[in-house]
């Protein structure tokens, strides 16, 4: 015969598993949700990074939002906040890393005006270890910058907010960005 205490805790158990989900890719798992300024964000979707020609797996990367939502207009037009994680796979070098930035940054039409903000972004990055994470929280402050678990900066201004952003869900990405997108978009 069941005692209710024990019944009850077999209930939140399963409670638990059913809400504690997450979505894998890669061997990289991430939550179905995470908090960003109180307020609860979904798992849009995931992308994988790959690199050169022998496809080397180089990170993985999750867009958070407050609802799923497959229009990369929409998301970029919208001023809810927003979580993007890039969840590394492999050693990636400051430098290396870098060049991509200014490479993807570099594309928005705002580059100019806003080479302060890139500048001061280019100096919180660092090597990344397989594991770590590069998190980017956009939300009303600015673009608030986790560089392996340590908060590094708050850039503020909607040109860097948005040329971020448009790294990988711009109309026109690279060819090499067009998986990233598609992911992120749950696609």
Same mark, same amino acid.
Not at 1 to 21: D, E, N
Not at 72 to 100: C, P, Q, W, Y
């Given at each position: 015969?069941?005692?209710?205490?024990?019944? &009850?805790?077999?209930?939140?158990?399963?409670?638990?598993?059913?809400?504690? +989900?997450?979505?894998?890719?890669?061997?990289?798992? =991430?939550?179905?949700?995470?908090?960003?300024?109180? +307020?609860?964000?979904? &798992?849009?979707? =995931?992308?994988?990074?790959?690199?050169?020609? &022998?496809?080397?797996? /180089?990170?993985?990367?999750?867009? !958070?939002?407050?609802?799923? +939502?497959?229009?990369?207009?929409?998301?970029? @037009?919208?001023?809810?906040?927003?979580? /993007?994680? =890039? @969840?590394?796979?492999?050693?990636?070098?400051?430098? *290396?890393?870098?060049? #991509?930035?200014?490479?993807?940054? *570099?594309r928005s039409p705002d580059a100019a005006q806003i080479s302060a903000e890139i500048k001061q972004f280019i100096g919180? +990055?660092?090597? =990344?270890?397989?594991?770590?994470?590069?998190? %980017?929280?956009?939300?009303?402050? #600015?673009?608030?910058?986790?560089?392996?678990?340590? *908060?590094?900066? /708050?850039? @503020? #201004?909607? #040109? %860097? !907010?948005?040329?971020?952003?448009? /790294?990988?869900?711009?109309?026109?990405?690279?060819?090499?960005?067009?998986?990233? *997108?598609?992911?992120m978009l749950g696609q």
């Amino acid at each position: 015969m069941y005692k209710p205490a024990a019944l &009850l805790l077999s209930f939140a158990f399963m409670v638990l598993s059913l809400t504690a +989900q997450s979505a894998e890719l890669a061997g990289v798992k =991430m939550p179905d949700t995470e908090k960003v300024d109180g +307020q609860t964000l979904v &798992l849009n979707g =995931m992308g994988l990074r790959e690199a050169t020609f &022998l496809k080397i797996d /180089v990170y993985v990367i999750g867009l !958070y939002l407050s609802e799923k +939502q497959s229009d990369a207009e929409a998301i970029l @037009h919208s001023t809810s906040n927003k979580r /993007v994680v =890039m @969840h590394f796979v492999r050693d990636v070098d400051k430098e *290396k890393l870098n060049e #991509g930035w200014l490479k993807g940054l *570099k594309r928005s039409p705002d580059a100019a005006q806003i080479s302060a903000e890139i500048k001061q972004f280019i100096g919180t +990055q660092k090597d =990344m270890q397989k594991g770590q994470q590069l998190v %980017f929280d956009f939300a009303a402050d #600015g673009v608030r910058v986790k560089v392996a678990g340590n *908060k590094a900066a /708050v850039i @503020h #201004g909607a #040109g %860097f !907010y948005n040329a971020l952003l448009n /790294v990988w869900l711009a109309a026109k990405v690279p060819e090499e960005i067009e998986p990233l *997108k598609a992911g992120m978009l749950g696609q």
